[in-house]
């Protein structure tokens, strides 16, 4: 029997802390280079957002100003139309992209003849490259462009995609077009997982296809639907490439989103204060809308279950 | 079922299976016919399905974009460093975790998701700054290091999972027979983490090649990569659709090919790290 303070577990507490300290010992490295390039950035990027600080006034220097630079951002009409544009490209994408994602992958997963290749082509607008695929449909969102074209032969007409709400609706366009895939490829990935002879059984009890969906696959593939919900999220609440290609935030300033805020207080402003705290703000919307996401599907699942 | 319903139904399917391919392949066969268009019949009215196709917009690409081939050097480059820095560092990392840290796993896991919620742009403002200071804004080590930056955790991650798949009874036979932690791991360990190292590999080379914002911020010229020079096409006295079509059909063309290869491989991927992520 081991004592307390005998010797052998003197000598297991120490080879114990020996080992702790070689698994930090090969962990080091790592833990370096992310202090290095991701942690000290991101503590310097706080930093910034504390101070006034413009690469046009330099002779201005940096100076503390505490989080004046939240105040100006929270009271300027451009930080709440920027927020208030994420928001609806987010909403917008979701609600159109996670349905088809799902209808398809009910489809493809009835293994008929041909699947093999129509998942192929789905999955092909996800390996571009996001840059030109947003060059790609600037190409095809042109007024006298192919999409057009065909809205003219289905006579509803042509439109001025470079106007406030059709600029927004063309962004949402191009991320449901490059992004249904990944919401089909995971909700794809959960059917796989669903044990066959369960809907078997539901079948012979005489539950229909709609209640078998509803009732047996919906609930079990929740996890599957929390993921892509909270990923697509936090991707399309960061939205850059697509909004600064496909319309620049045009016409105006009208369709910039949160991170085209911060890119031009940045890069056409120079106004690194006031760029460091929206995008501060902006990390803060995205935590708060995942974690608004995990508490909800979480409490509706011990709900279900209870 | 009766069988005629069953046909019915089976028919459905591929009509659905279609409008939807149609609506994904369409802007993708619209963009390949357009370069071997003119840039007038490009955005002609009505837009022309039938031409005589030209091949010149694709060695045009070379003249309008400066440096072309060294641009395509430059992406290869920052994609296989940035990724071999990151296997190389995830690998160790991923096996003290696994192996000998039993403290502070959920505070990774938690460092992991708030890397990925932290906004990209908010990481290139100090990124920009810090890298102006140190006199390496237009370098390929400014992309490389931002691009590590924002992907080493994930690679850690991913590579943590596959490690906690290895069985550890080599390990302890190993130890017995004296040999040390780095020969363990390097000898039992990664012989059999060679598929997941893969795997981790072509997700964060993937990653590195579409990047846009962190080379659009950090270079200028000499460094920069394939997706930031689209705009090139687009210029004050006009846009040359057609080079633009042809330029966008060359940085397609590799991926989907490649893409045909691993595509298995990245949905588990992509799979295994959203669920792990």
């Known amino acids: 029997m081991v004592v307390r303070g005998s010797p052998e577990r003197q000598r297991a507490r120490r080879l114990r802390w020996k080992r702790i300290a070689t698994g930090f010992a090969f962990m080091a490295p790592a833990i370096a280079v992310l202090c290095a390039v991701l942690l000290y950035p991101i503590a310097y990027n706080v930093w910034l957002s504390l101070h006034s600080y413009n690469l046009s006034e330099l002779y201005l220097g940096k100076h503390w100003v505490g989080l004046h630079n939240y105040w100006l951002e929270l009271h300027d009409a451009f930080f709440w139309r920027a927020l208030r544009n994420s928001a609806i490209v987010t909403a917008a994408s979701l609600c159109i992209e996670l349905p088809i994602g799902m209808g398809l992958a009910l489809l493809l997963n009835r293994r008929l003849r041909g699947h093999a290749i129509f998942r192929f082509f789905f999955f092909l607008p996800l390996m571009l490259v996001p840059a030109v695929t947003a060059y790609m449909w600037r190409f095809l969102f042109q007024y006298t462009g192919i999409l057009n074209y065909f809205l003219g032969e289905l006579h509803i007409g042509r439109i001025n995609w470079s106007s406030t709400t059709a600029g927004l609706a063309s962004v949402v366009v191009l991320s449901v077009w490059e992004n249904t895939p990944f919401s089909l490829i995971v909700l794809l990935a959960g059917l796989q997982s669903i044990d066959p002879e369960i809907l078997a059984a539901a079948h012979v009890d005489g539950a229909d296809g709609w209640r078998r969906f509803r009732y047996i696959v919906l609930p079990l593939m929740r996890q599957f639907i929390l993921i892509v919900l909270v990923i697509r999220t936090m991707d399309l609440l960061r939205l850059f490439e697509e909004g600064y290609i496909l319309t620049g935030g045009g016409p105006g300033r009208s369709t910039e989103t949160l991170s085209q805020l911060v890119y031009t207080q940045m890069f056409t402003f120079f106004d690194v204060g006031r760029g460091s705290a929206i995008s501060i703000m902006e990390g803060v919307v995205v935590v708060g809308a995942t974690l608004i996401l995990f508490l909800t599907l979480r409490v509706r699942a011990g709900q279900r279950s209870a | ?277």
């Open chain 2, 1 to 277: 079922m009766t069988r005629a319903k069953r046909h019915a139904a089976t028919s459905t399917i591929y009509t659905l299976l279609m409008i939807y391919a149609v609506w994904t392949l369409f802007p993708i066969v619209w963009v390949v016919l357009s370069s071997f268009k003119t840039n007038a019949q490009a955005l002609s009215v009505p837009p022309k399905f039938f031409f005589t196709p030209t091949t010149a917009n694709y060695p045009d690409v070379f003249h309008t974009i400066s440096g072309f081939s060294g641009v395509i050097v430059n992406s290869v480059v920052i994609a296989a460093a940035g990724t071999a820095a990151i296997i190389v560092l995830s690998v160790p990392a991923a096996y003290g975790l696994s192996r000998m840290v039993t403290i502070g796993r959920n505070a990774l896991g938690f460092g992991i998701m708030s890397a990925r919620t932290f906004p990209t742009i908010g990481l290139a403002i100090p990124l920009f700054l810090l890298m102006q200071d140190a006199h390496l804004l237009d370098t390929r080590v400014s992309v490389i290091a931002a691009n590590v930056a924002f992907s080493l955790p994930f690679g850690i991650w991913m590579i943590y999972g596959f490690v906690e798949a290895v069985p550890r009874e080599l390990e302890e036979a190993a130890a017995l027979d004296g040999c040390t932690r780095i020969g363990t791991l390097l000898r039992i360990v990664l012989p059999q983490l060679l598929p997941g190292i893969g795997a981790t590999a072509i997700l964060t080379a993937i990653v590195a090649w579409r990047e846009y914002l962190f080379p659009l911020v950090l270079t200028t010229r000499n460094a920069r990569t394939l997706p930031v020079v689209a705009g090139s096409f687009i210029t004050d006295f006009g846009t040359d659709w057609s080079g633009l079509c042809a330029y966008a059909v060359m940085t397609m063309l590799p991926v989907a090919i490649f893409g045909a290869f691993v595509s298995k491989y990245l949905a588990r991927g992509f799979v295994s790290g959203a669920v792990k992520g």
